[in-house]
């Protein structure tokens, strides 16, 4: 195993780029540390698969550096890497049996048959497919199949990185949770780097430690799942993350206080007094309460999710949303909107720029 540092990448597909719009990755600067549980998040199209395959060396970058353990390895071709891949859709040999089909990549890099049979065991013991290490893997389930496709990517303890892409794709919905915490509890036995590369929140934050978040071509935060919710540091990662996502709310600042439609909003900590470009508020539904006094909204829906109720209630021509679990109002209620103040912050031009509420000293 071993440290990934990616240094100054960036990627167009384009023989000549113009400019930034003509980059697939814009400038990405990482550190993936050895044994960590990755997550890459982001919509499509926003350079995941890009930057999946300049790590597994498909793609050659247009600028910038691949290191593994400190050892430049930009140009050095996939089968130089050590790297094992797990795909959207599974690849095994249907005419090989599920122990064979565990065994190729050991047997390719001429293991010993003593270690290979070892491996196997502990590896299909772990994805609890002991049972059908005789049978041919032509018969398998898709889930079953994409599981021995996991395996193969996992019985090896020499390689650099796990990489998957979407693995989950062809698994069935109600199968989904369970190979999802499987892969969680698999990385902390075999301890291999893994990067985990989806468009699925559930899947990144159930997956990883730390969730790499991406958004046209750039990393717009790295942090762990509690992070990325409680503080996000782009309104992107703030709309993507949390169901719903956090409300975003056009802001004026005036000698270093905000204002929502004209109404005053205590933010979490300091801004600066003059804030540049556009300004906004961002607090999640769950930090919105109604309330006695507050800022005056009325409500435009109401819709009940199970564990709570999903408020939605309109500020001049701006929605809000609010997480209830007390008694609902109804449609039409002219209502007060409290936003909790550690947990209301200031964005300019989509960057995250009040400061985090002041901790007491404990003097
Ligand atoms: N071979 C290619 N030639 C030209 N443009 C490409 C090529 N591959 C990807 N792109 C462009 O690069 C950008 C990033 O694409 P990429 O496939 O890396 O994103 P992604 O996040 O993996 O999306 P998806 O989840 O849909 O695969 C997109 O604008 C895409 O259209």
Not at 131 to 140: P, Q
Request: charged share 25%; proline share 7%; aromatic share 6%.
């Amino acid at each position: 195993m071993a440290k990934i540092t990616l240094k100054n990448l960036r990627h167009s597909y384009f023989p000549e780029p113009k400019g930034p719009q003509d980059y697939a990755l814009k400038e990405v600067d990482l550190d993936w540390q050895d044994g960590g549980a990755y997550a890459l998040l982001g919509p499509s199209g926003c350079g995941k698969s890009t930057l999946l395959n300049i790590i597994s060396g498909l793609l050659v970058p247009s600028e910038g550096q691949i290191l593994f353990d400190g050892q430049d390895v930009t140009k050095l071709p996939p089968d130089q890497r050590n790297i094992a891949q797990v795909f959207q859709f599974p690849v095994i040999y249907d005419t090989m049996t599920v122990r064979e089909n565990l065994a190729f990549p050991l047997k390719n890099r001429g293991v010993d048959p003593a270690t290979i049979e070892k491996r196997v065991a502990e590896i299909a013991e772990m994805l609890e497919v002991t049972d059908m290490l005789d049978r041919k893997a032509a018969g398998l389930s898709p889930d079953n199949k994409q599981k021995i496709s996991m395996g193969r990517g996992l019985v090896r303890d020499d390689v650099n990185v796990v990489m998957f892409d979407e693995p989950l794709t062809v698994i069935d919905p109600h199968l989904k949770w369970k190979l999802r915490t499987k892969l969680k509890e698999l990385h902390q036995r075999v301890s291999h780097t893994m990067i985990y590369v989806t468009h699925d929140q559930t899947e990144a934050l159930t997956f990883a430690d730390q969730v790499v978040v991406m958004q046209l071509g750039e990393v717009v935060q790295i942090g762990t799942p509690e992070e990325l919710f409680e503080r996000p540091a782009h309104t992107f990662v703030g709309h993507f993350i949390g169901s719903p996502g956090m409300n975003v709310l056009p802001a004026e600042v005036k000698d270093g206080q905000a204002y929502f439609e004209g109404q005053p909003v205590t933010l979490e900590g300091p801004i600066a007094s003059d804030v540049p470009g556009t300004v906004e508020i961002g607090i999640r539904p769950e930090f919105v309460s109604l309330a006695e006094t507050g800022i005056p909204a009325t409500v435009s829906r109401v819709a009940d999710v199970g564990r709570h109720t999903v408020v939605e209630a309109m500020v001049g021509a701006h929605k809000v949303a609010a997480i209830q679990n007390g008694p609902a109002p109804q449609k039409g209620d002219k209502v007060h909107l409290h936003f909790t103040p550690e947990q209301t912050r200031l964005y300019a031009d989509g960057w995250i720029a009040s400061e985090p509420a002041q901790k007491e000293s404990a003097a």
